[in-house]
């Protein structure tokens, strides 16, 4: 069962699974403008970070956590993607002075649908974490059951530094 404070909440799509191909989406960046996933961010690897929304605390620290450790890795594309408005998301950026790539899946919820990150209720998404190869495979995934709950960030960077 899935739960925001404890409280039961619908996650809507399919979970993507370690194997799977990640699909395609589009999304809204902090320009207002729509991209493509496929098209815009071609590194090596791409880790994906999901969360409710940046102005929360656990999802500012998320952000602000795999952002910093990640600056080891130079073949990784990081995005943080949510429902946040892309106002939000570039003030929130500046606030922290961080130059960060973040999306707003808040117009089509493409990206929830095709992850199965949708919580209906809310009509946010649900706290994930995924990492793709260059093949667009996925080699990592952990979506989480309490969304109040922080990622395990020591299995996802034991995951990368042995990986990547």
């Known amino acids: 069962?899935?739960?925001?404070?404890?409280?039961?909440i619908t996650v809507i799509g399919e979970p993507l699974q370690v194997g799977d191909k990640a699909l395609d989406f589009v999304a809204v960046n902090n320009s207002l403008k729509e991209v493509s996933f496929f098209a815009n961010y071609k590194k090596h690897y791409t880790l994906i970070s999901v969360v409710p929304s940046l102005d929360t605390a656990v999802c500012d620290l998320q952000t602000r956590t795999i952002n910093e450790r990640l600056s080891n890795y130079k073949d990784m594309d990081f995005i943080t993607i949510s429902n946040d408005l892309p106002f939000a998301q570039k003030r929130w950026c500046g606030a922290h002075g961080l130059d960060i790539t973040t999306l707003s899946d808040h117009k089509l919820l493409d990206f929830a649908k095709k992850y199965g990150v949708l919580i209906e209720e809310l009509r946010l998404l649900a706290r994930a974490v995924f990492v793709l190869d260059h093949n667009r495979k996925v080699i990592y995934v952990e979506y989480l059951d309490e969304m109040s709950n922080h990622p395990n960030y020591d299995k996802l960077f034991e995951f990368l530094d042995k990986n990547i």
């Open 1 to 8: 069962m899935k739960t925001m404070k404890q409280e039961p």
